[in-house]
């Protein structure tokens, strides 16, 4: 058995979860509402507050499907509980974020400023011009809008100016050498 896919989920108090047909889940909580549609052949029943998730056998794709079943209903309850951001860190000289209604306003060096828009159920925080937070129901969403605001600007080696994440380490290189 996965050792993740046979854990059961506890749904909390507040969180709705329903089955659909052909394994169409749509779970609301206090910050939104996730519908996502599982693969067709893993079993989700329900008993009272526990989800648990089954296969039909012991084929390397059933076992692999098992734990990332379950895995995809745990972030979905945890999405709509408590929710997911990452945390964007801006280094470099005039490099700064604004926000101005829903839109985010980045400066990086460019010519031009690069906008993102609020949507999706994907908000921006500016507490300070050098750090930006993307908060999300959705875990991928919420990564997948994080990685597209690093991948403007990268941080580079030499000075380590750019977009990183709060947790990335950027490994440094040596400039030139002098005479």
Do not use: W
């Not at 745990?74 to 974020?97: C, H, P």
């Amino acid at each position: 058995m996965s050792r993740i896919g046979r854990e059961p989920i506890t749904i909390p108090s507040g969180v709705e979860v329903t089955l659909g047909a052909e394994n169409e889940i749509t779970v609301k909580g206090p910050l939104g509402t996730l519908c996502e549609k599982m693969h067709s052949s893993m079993t989700i029943a329900r008993d009272g507050d526990v989800l648990t998730v089954t296969r039909p056998n012991d084929d390397k794709e059933m076992r692999s499907l098992h734990g990332l079943t379950r895995a995809l209903l745990f972030n979905m309850v945890q999405g709509v509980t408590q929710g997911y951001s990452k945390k964007l860190e801006i280094n470099g000289v005039g490099y700064r974020a604004e926000k101005s209604g829903t839109k985010l306003n980045l400066k990086l060096g460019f010519s031009h400023d690069v906008v993102f828009e609020e949507g999706d159920s994907v908000t921006f925080e500016v507490p300070d011009a050098n750090t930006v937070i993307v908060k999300s129901p959705s875990k991928q969403k919420c990564g997948e809008i994080a990685a597209q605001i690093r991948k403007k600007r990268p941080p580079e080696p030499y000075l380590g100016k750019g977009v990183k994440y709060e947790t990335e380490r950027i490994r440094r290189k040596a400039g030139k050498a002098g005479k």
